[in-house]
C-alpha cells in the first residue's frame, strides 16, 4: 500500500491546510502528510474530540479488571456519593454507559458542565447532573451516542481509582502505552484548527467534558494506542464485543463502532479538527487520519477504508462518514 498516494488521490482534501494520516500492520508503520506548505510532520499535533472516548473506555474497562469488579455493574453501585440525587435507572451498568445504551434522558450539553467549573470535583458534579435528569427508555433498550454517558464514565473512572479523571487516564492508558506526547494541554507541536480560509483562535476544552473529547494527539501516538489495545487480547475482547441490538442504527461495542467484517472504527470533531481511526483486529492492523478542517471527514473516511479494504474487502468509507460524533 502506497499510503502517500491514496493521500494525494483524495481530492477532497486539497483545501485541507494539514493532514496526517498512518497505518500499523502487526507492528510495522507507514505514515504520510498533505497540505500546510511542508510545514506539518507525521509528529504534529490535532485535537481528536471524540477518540478520547477510546483512551476513557480503555481506562475504565482496565481499571475494573484490576479491582476485580464485572463491566455488568450498576453505575450507582461505584458512585455512591450521587446516590440522594440519583434519579436514572438504578440497572443501568457501566457497561451500558460505556456501549452508548445506556437510555439516559440527553438534556445535560456542553454549557451546562462547563459552568461546573475546573476544580477536582468537577467531573463528579458532571455526572450528578446526568444521573439527575433519568432515563429515557429502558437501559440497553435503544443505542444513541451522548456524551453524558461518558461523563457519568469518567467518573467512575476517577472514583474506582482514588483520584482525578486525568491522573488515572495517565495511569492506566497513557503510560502503559507510551503516550509521551498525548494530553489535554496543547503541546508545541500543535497544529492550529481551520474553518474553510479562516484560522481558529485557540479554543478552551472545559474539564468537565474531557472523558468525551478533550485530548490533543499524533497520529505515530495514536498507532501506539491502537497496538497497545491489540496487544491486551482480554481488553480487546471485551471492547470488541457488541452492546447493541440487530435494530439499533450501528454495531457498537465499549467505546467503537463494529463494521462488518470486525473492525472497530469512529470519527470524531471539534471545531477545526477531524480525526478517524480504524482497526482490524484479526490483521493487527490499525489506522488513523487526522485534519485540521471538520469539514474533511468525507475524503478522510474515503481514505481510511481505502487503506484498509485490501484486509477486509469492505467499503467501509459511508460507515466511517455517517458516525455520529
Not at 497540505?35 to 490535532?46: N, R
Not at 427508555?137 to 467518573?155: H, I, M, T, V
Not at 439499533?248 to 463502532?257: E, I, Q, V
Not at 488513523?288 to 469492505?314: I, K, W
Amino acid at each position: 500500500m502506497d499510503l502517500q498516494k491514496l493521500m494525494n488521490e483524495q481530492a477532497g482534501l486539497g483545501a485541507v491546510p494539514a493532514v496526517v494520516a498512518g497505518a500499523s500492520r502487526a507492528g510495522t508503520r507507514t505514515t504520510a502528510t498533505r497540505g500546510a506548505a511542508g510545514g506539518v510532520a507525521p509528529e504534529s499535533s490535532f485535537r481528536i474530540a471524540s477518540l478520547t472516548k477510546v483512551f476513557t473506555s480503555a481506562a475504565l474497562v482496565r481499571t475494573l479488571r484490576d479491582k476485580g469488579v464485572p463491566p455488568a455493574t450498576p453505575a450507582i453501585d461505584l458512585l455512591p456519593a450521587l446516590a440522594p440525587d440519583w434519579r436514572a435507572d438504578p440497572r443501568l451498568s457501566v457497561e451500558q454507559l460505556l456501549g452508548q445504551v445506556s437510555g439516559l434522558r440527553e438534556s445535560v450539553d456542553a454549557g451546562m458542565v462547563k459552568a461546573l467549573g475546573e476544580g477536582d470535583d468537577a467531573h463528579l458534579e458532571a455526572a450528578r447532573l446526568v444521573v439527575r435528569a433519568g432515563n429515557e427508555r429502558a437501559p440497553g433498550e435503544r443505542w444513541s451516542y451522548y456524551n453524558g454517558n461518558y461523563f457519568l464514565a469518567g467518573a467512575i473512572l476517577a472514583s474506582l481509582s482514588g483520584t482525578t479523571y486525568e491522573k488515572a487516564l495517565q495511569a492506566s492508558t497513557l503510560t502503559p502505552w507510551n503516550l509521551s506526547r498525548t494530553g489535554f494541554a496543547a503541546p508545541p507541536t500543535a497544529v492550529p484548527g481551520w474553518d474553510g480560509t479562516t484560522e481558529l483562535p485557540p479554543l478552551p476544552y472545559p474539564r468537565t467534558r474531557r472523558p468525551s473529547g478533550g485530548l490533543w494527539s499524533s497520529v505515530p501516538e495514536l498507532l501506539a494506542a491502537g497496538e497497545g489495545l491489540l496487544a491486551d487480547h482480554a481488553l480487546l475482547a471485551e471492547i470488541r464485543r457488541p452492546r447493541t441490538r440487530a435494530e439499533d442504527p450501528m454495531t457498537y461495542g465499549l467505546g467503537w463502532a463494529v463494521g462488518p467484517s470486525g473492525q472497530l472504527y469512529l470519527n470524531g470533531r471539534l471545531p477545526g479538527y477531524r480525526a478517524a481511526m480504524v482497526l482490524v483486529p484479526d490483521e493487527e492492523y490499525v489506522s488513523v487520519a487526522v485534519a485540521d478542517e471538520q469539514n474533511a471527514l468525507p475524503a478522510l473516511a474515503t481514505l481510511l477504508s481505502a487503506m484498509q479494504q485490501a484486509l477486509t474487502g469492505d467499503d467501509i468509507a459511508g460507515l466511517i462518514n455517517d458516525f455520529a460524533a
